[in-house]
């Protein structure tokens, strides 16, 4: 019973999830017609680049807002902060309302922590763990980028298919098992990815809207996932108040004495 309690935490956590700290601005809204012409549609690596250039560089990130979580039916209303150092790590803690700590997960390229603070539960896994509730060609990047809105690289290559409707790109294809469509708006920003690995039996969709203006950057403060993992059905929303590109940050992890350890 208690490794299915923080499995099921562990799935919410990581489907969960900009130079000064601020409240939100006035959405950018996405124009009628791309406000950057393209190159010719069979120019593949010259939109490629355009598309990339887009992207918000950052060596440390920060997110943090209200997190509708609904996992098959049961619902809650919480506070993530997401933190990223570039290619490193991604921390996140989730709050409940009454403003207590509730769940910490620490993530890098080859490990993931989590630990339930109401249950005095911890568990330490491979980076591999994650296939359980996402394909297995899901990497350490492809979670930082999806996380941050930006254009996914393992998508981005010779054999994907790249089409131009409307002033709109397109980007189709296959890395392994997983199928992916990703679909960009007319500010040339990510606005949804949808991947299936049809042979695990799970799916991801992941929205991005209300992108924010951070200097000579657009980032979505709003997230929708929905993922699907055989019978399991996991629905989160994010609205995000708070964000900070290049500060100083900490993530903070370890497990008290009191806790007891699930393998």
């Known amino acids: 019973m208690k490794r299915n309690i923080l499995n099921s935490l562990l799935a919410g956590l990581l489907l969960t999830g900009i130079v000064s700290c601020k409240t939100k601005k006035a959405v950018v809204k996405a124009p009628v017609a791309a406000t950057v012409t393209p190159a010719a549609d069979n120019k593949k690596a010259e939109n490629f680049r355009l598309l990339?250039?887009?992207?918000?560089?950052?060596?440390?990130?920060s997110m943090k807002g209200k997190v509708n979580l609904d996992m098959d039916g049961t619902e809650r209303n919480v506070t993530a902060t997401i933190r990223m150092k570039r290619d490193e790590k991604i921390w996140v803690s989730i709050t409940a309302i009454a403003g207590i700590e509730v769940a910490r997960a620490l993530i890098t390229p080859d490990s993931v922590l989590v630990r339930n603070n109401l249950q005095s539960l911890a568990t330490r896994k491979p980076?591999?763990?994650?296939?359980?509730?996402?394909?297995?060609?899901?990497?350490?990047?492809?979670?930082?980028?999806?996380?941050?809105?930006?254009?996914?690289?393992?998508?981005?290559?010779?054999?994907?298919t790249l089409e131009l409707i409307g002033g709109v790109f397109t980007l189709a294809g296959n890395n392994g098992d997983l199928?992916?469509?990703?679909?960009?708006n007319t500010l040339m920003k990510t606005a949804k990815i949808d991947m299936v690995d049809a042979k695990a039996g799970?799916?991801?969709?992941?929205?991005?809207?209300?992108?924010?203006?951070?200097?000579?950057v657009l980032i979505?403060?709003?997230?929708?996932?929905?993922?699907?993992?055989?019978?399991?059905?996991?629905?989160?929303?994010?609205?995000?108040?708070?964000?900070?590109?290049?500060?100083?940050?900490?993530?903070?992890?370890?497990?008290p004495n009191r806790f007891e350890i699930i393998n």
């Open 202 to 216: 799970q799916s991801l969709v992941v929205v991005y809207s209300d992108y924010q203006q951070l200097t000579d």
């Open 220 to 255: 979505p403060s709003v997230m929708k996932i929905n993922a699907l993992s055989g019978k399991k059905k996991t629905n989160i929303a994010f609205d995000f108040s708070k964000i900070e590109r290049n500060v100083p940050l900490d993530f903070p992890f370890s497990v």
């Open 179 to 184: 199928s992916y469509r990703n679909t960009f």
């Open 127 to 160: 980076f591999s763990y994650l296939s359980r509730f996402s394909s297995k060609q899901v990497t350490f990047k492809m979670l930082q980028a999806i996380l941050s809105g930006n254009t996914v690289g393992d998508f981005m290559t010779d054999k994907a």
């Open 52 to 61: 990339k250039g887009k992207d918000v560089p950052f060596n440390t990130l």
